[in-house]
């Protein structure tokens, strides 16, 4: 059975040849198309709610003053903030230069200055000096707190005055 199955996929895949061709049925005769009885297939894992971000990009170089974070969100529905929590969605916490707050039920929010809260997929900060920063991203409940797991993302970048590269 295996044999048929593996010669089959030449002409056409067999996604039951990794289990063994359980599921198949060799050709009884007539148009020589297979007939799939009871295959059994893997439950599909859930996706977990998953943020990265695209801008800028991790040990990159960045003019300061104004820098915009910009962030891809998989299995996850981003809502304005506020409203009860709801399984798959939420907002966005971006945050500057501090350490997310990831503890289970506890507000992810960091002192005043130092995060924002938003749906949308990028924000812009203002009054970035020279110098390396952490700019860091997490997906959290409708009340501003952690996903269990949390879904994070970081990038470390150097950011330097527009003088300093006029001047070179």
Request: charged share 10%; proline share 11%.
């Amino acid at each position: 059975m295996k044999a048929w199955c593996i010669l089959a996929g030449l002409a056409l895949i067999c996604p039951m040849l990794i289990a063994g061709c359980t599921g198949l049925q060799a050709p009884t005769g007539g148009s020589g198309a297979e007939t799939q009885t009871s295959a059994t297939q893997a439950p599909v894992a859930p996706t977990l709610p998953a943020v990265l971000i695209v801008d800028p990009p991790f040990d990159g170089g960045i003019l300061s003053g104004t820098v915009t974070v910009s962030v891809q969100v998989t299995g996850f529905a981003l809502v304005p903030p506020g409203g009860p929590n709801r399984p798959g969605a939420g907002h966005l916490v971006y945050y500057r230069d501090v350490t997310p707050k990831t503890a289970p039920g506890e507000t992810a929010l960091t002192p005043q200055g130092t995060c924002n809260i938003s749906s949308a997929t990028s924000y812009t900060w203002e009054g970035i000096a020279p110098g390396t920063h952490t700019f860091a991203v997490q997906l959290v409940n409708a009340d501003d707190t952690p996903l269990d797991p949390p879904a994070i993302d970081a990038v470390d970048v150097t950011a330097v005055s527009p003088d300093m590269i006029q001047a070179q």
